[in-house]
């Protein structure tokens, strides 16, 4: 008898336990607070803008001396990217993808779960905003476009002097780009709370 107990006490793992506890703690969570959490999206595409904006100002003061001034502005790229060379190409993808990628890290830290969703979020927001943006600036005139200087995604080229296969296959790569930043950081967001469930719940 006593040898079956001290077998029964052998094969209880307490960190196989503990791990399957927390799981099922966290799993609970999500079924209650999972999904697309549009208001962390909201919040993560502003700090992408922001961040895109302060990047591409660091980028263009930093790159007049050398030529590029010209050539980082994710609007003007989208529009004639003729404009744009090797290295003006490489850092605006740089500027692009880790501005998303902030700003899906902050929805995937402010929703906690689902973070691929929080980033594609991201994203989503700056596309909805990228089409009002077009679309009031047809119907009301480009003065009445106040995200023009907003560097946070590429412009739709709506115009006829800008709608131009060139045009728009940049637009759908810088696009692609900050996809891929906001999914990773949404991902990188979320990574932080499976940290601290695991200190919290017991590793």
């Known amino acids: 008898m006593g040898t079956g107990d001290r077998s ?3 094969s209880h793992d307490p960190d196989r336990t503990t791990a399957t506890g927390r799981r099922a703690v966290v799993d609970r969570e ?21 961040t895109a904006v302060l990047l591409t100002a660091l980028l263009t003061a930093a790159g007049a001396a050398v030529g590029l001034a010209q050539e980082v502005d994710p609007a003007a790229a989208a529009q004639d990217p003729q404009t744009v060379g090797l290295v ?12 998303y990628f902030a700003g899906g890290y902050v929805a995937g830290r ?14 989503l927001w700056a596309l909805i905003i990228a089409v009002l943006v077009a679309v009031l600036g047809l119907i009301a005139g480009n003065q ?8 946070g995604f590429p412009r739709l080229p709506v115009n006829e002097g800008s709608l131009t296969v060139a045009g728009i296959v940049t637009a759908v790569a810088l696009a692609l780009a900050a996809l891929l930043g906001a999914v990773l950081g949404g991902l990188a967001g979320m990574r932080f ?7 919290g719940l017991g590793a």
């Open 88 to 99: 003006g190409g490489i850092a605006l993808l740089v500027v692009v993808v880790v501005s």
């Open 110 to 123: 402010m929703a906690r779960f689902d973070g691929a969703k929080q980033g594609l979020g991201v994203w």
């Open 193 to 199: 709370h499976r940290k601290v469930d695991r200190v």
């Open 144 to 151: 009445f476009d106040v995200l023009a200087n907003l560097n």
């Open 8 to 10: 029964t006490e052998g």
């Open 30 to 50: 999500k079924e209650q607070y999972g999904g697309m959490k549009f208001g962390a999206c909201f919040f993560g595409w502003l700090t992408a803008t922001g």
